[in-house]
């Protein structure tokens, strides 16, 4: 065992984080007892070990694997460094973290490293979060996973956004993990035992909107048998989270924003005055001020909304942390099928390689098509060469009559209008894809790999029923 520098032993004990010093070797030569209680092991274990071992549980440095690391700047430079990490405690529970590293000079002249450790949050419980893999619809059917630096930049800001009450925009892709950042939000907010509620603006009618929001009287209007509580009055004390925020209708846009200034509303039909305690999360993957700009979203609601904007990286931005999330689905399916699924090294390069317009959804929907051709539990190139081809061939249509084929048949023979444009093509894969399904939302969504929201915003869109 290294016996511990005093000096630096008494720097070790001066700080309350977790704090090493390591040599130019990443060998732990001083250590203070809160790294003690994070990492579960006491000073005659860890000292000799290198950080990474402890700390990691890896067995190779972390600029080895592929994560950001502060040791070897702070030697080339002699300067300070910061970063941000996902480390290991004893039991294995992973915690993102930020590390601060510091040049030491010893007394013989030799530099050393000083390691100030600050947690950021511990990783979301993946049997707490995580629903069932059948559910196709879901939006986001994963946990919160990554360890790349776009992603632990945006742990980090999500963190410190949880601790204040003010309003929050998230802006990332379809299938960025809006919903999930959202519900990361209230879990660790001072709100968390309070009501979380989720409202998607993309599949409220214009005529419902404000009945959904604010609730309505007995009588308010046809249909309306009885006094319904809103949303938003559910939501008191609590979150509400406004999904697709820039397909609320100009109508609704007004109100809210009285909501969000004084905390009162009317039930539709109602005349007395109520009031709701509520932190509103939006989300959008448009570019929102540029609706602002089109007079198409209100400018003073878009800066209500954005007091805090986080943007939320595409998994385009995270290659590095598509094998962790592959990894993850992959446990996710195997605990519903009892069955193990595992990649090999061609597969891993395959998924890092695609550009994932549906992201974190679009690797799911991969993964899931390759593992229900896999006869081992080893999903290789072919397997998912045949679900990157499945995902995007065109599909045979049924027709359920006679007429309908030949209806078809008919329209087809005047040829391809050279003006089609990408809108009409996809209108009409989706029409297709509906009659296959006999209008199952569900399992259209599923055959066209996109959410089942997604899929209500685009036949609004396109005017299908």
């Known amino acids: 065992m290294m016996e511990p520098k005093i000096g630096f032993q008494a720097l070790a004990d001066s700080h309350e984080q977790p704090f090493i010093v390591m040599d130019k070797n990443f060998r732990i030569v001083a250590l203070n007892r809160a790294y003690e209680r994070a990492y579960a092991t006491k000073a005659d274990q860890a000292t000799g070990k290198c950080c990474y071992q402890v700390s990691h549980a890896r067995s190779r440095p972390c600029s080895e694997e592929g994560e950001e690391c502060p040791f070897l700047e702070v030697y080339e430079d002699k300067l300070p460094h910061s970063c941000l990490h996902t480390h290991r405690d004893g039991s294995g529970c992973a915690y993102w973290v930020r590390v601060t590293a510091y040049p030491l000079a010893a007394d013989d002249g030799e530099v050393y490293i000083g390691e100030s450790i600050q947690e950021l949050t511990q990783q979301d419980d993946p049997e707490e979060t995580a629903e069932t893999a059948e559910t196709a619809e879901t939006a986001e059917t994963v946990r919160m996973v990554g360890e790349s630096p776009a992603f632990l930049a945006m742990i980090e800001q999500l963190q410190l956004v949880a601790r204040s009450r003010v309003p929050v925009l998230l802006m990332g892709e379809t299938g960025s993990g809006k919903e999930l950042a959202a519900k990361f939000l209230h879990q660790r907010s001072d709100r968390r035992d309070k009501p979380y509620i989720t409202v998607d603006c993309t599949i409220l009618n214009e005529s419902l909107v404000e009945s959904e929001l604010f609730g309505h009287e007995r009588g308010s209007f046809t249909g309306s048998v009885g006094k319904k509580q809103g949303l938003i009055e559910s939501a008191d004390g609590g979150t509400l989270f406004l999904d697709e925020i820039g397909e609320l209708p100009a109508s609704m846009q007004i109100k809210l924003l009285r909501v969000l200034d004084t905390g009162e509303f009317r039930r539709v039909g109602g005349h007395k005055v109520l009031t709701a305690d509520v932190r509103v999360v939006c989300a959008t993957n448009r570019h929102l001020w540029e609706a602002v700009t089109d007079h198409q979203f209100r400018e003073d609601l878009y800066y209500r909304i954005a007091c805090m904007t986080v943007h939320l990286p595409s998994l385009r931005e995270r290659r590095s942390d598509i094998p962790l999330l ?58 998912l060469s045949k679900a990157f081809d499945n995902a995007h061939a065109p599909k045979p249509v049924q027709y359920s009559t006679a007429e309908e084929h030949e209806a078809e048949q008919g329209s087809s023979q005047h040829g391809a209008d050279p003006a089609t444009s990408n809108d009409d093509v996809e209108s009409s894969r989706i029409a297709t894809v509906l009659r296959q399904q006999n209008g199952s939302r569900r399992r259209t969504a599923a055959v066209l790999g996109i959410s089942t929201r997604t899929l209500y915003r685009k036949m609004k869109c396109y005017g299908l029923r």
């Open 326 to 383: 592959a990894d993850t689905l992959l446990r996710r399916l195997s605990r519903s099928t009892r069955r193990r699924y595992q990649l090999t090294d061609t597969a891993q390069e395959m998924l890092k390689a695609r550009n994932y317009p549906g992201n974190v959804r679009e690797l799911r929907n991969y993964l899931f098509a390759a593992a229900s051709s896999s006869i081992d539990g080893w999903i290789d190139g072919p397997q």
